[in-house]
């Protein structure tokens, strides 16, 4: 158990890790979206929606504002990793897809109750993810299932997700998808299949933490 542990914070871990580099940055071809992949736009919406429930939560799991505006300073990049989640989840799919992985809803319970054993309980799972990788609970089945395919992916392929044998696969599914991100948001490292900074100092990043704080 404390193995397969380990191995599901893999991927959430690794975009704390990707230190931004100076790379092209992607155009802005599709307005309104945050990013597109396989053809298929996430918008701006959509993504504020996502960082909006995060918030939500993180405002919900603090006793006051001073402790909320502590986490807001902790959390600046929110934005931007949750749009590199989203896109990873993409990727990720797309190449387990093509090579015949998929994951069952049982084996996504199965690994959530072995968690919560671990967590001491449901909302100590919730909050441990929430607290640690900026998941909101609503979204704690969906990043299981994720984990999942990416430790069944990596056992297809006879390695872990740790081994560059791994992250060729989702190289390979990157370059597939044609990831654009738009450039307020850096741009998708298709070698790394992670997203970096692009560094335009006059392009400004746009959250839903200023106008749409949650009281």
Known sequence: MHRRRSTAFVLTAAIAAAAPLLTACGND????????VGGQRITVSELENRVNEVRRAQRAAVADDTQYQQVLASTGSLTRDTLHN??????????????????????????RTGLEQQAGGAKGLETAWL??????????????????EAQKLATKLGTDTTQPAFWKALSKASGELHVDLNPRYGSWDVQKSSRVDAKTPWVREVTATGAQQPA
């Open 29 to 36: 071809a599709h307005p309104g979206a945050a990013a597109v």
């Open 131 to 148: 607290q640690k990788y900026g998941i909101a609970p609503g979204r704690l089945e969906d990043n299981l299932r994720l984990q999942l």
């Open 86 to 111: 989203m896109v990873l989840d993409r990727v990720l799919h797309r190449a387990a897809r093509d090579e015949g992985v998929t994951v069952t809803r049982k084996e996504v319970q199965q690994m």
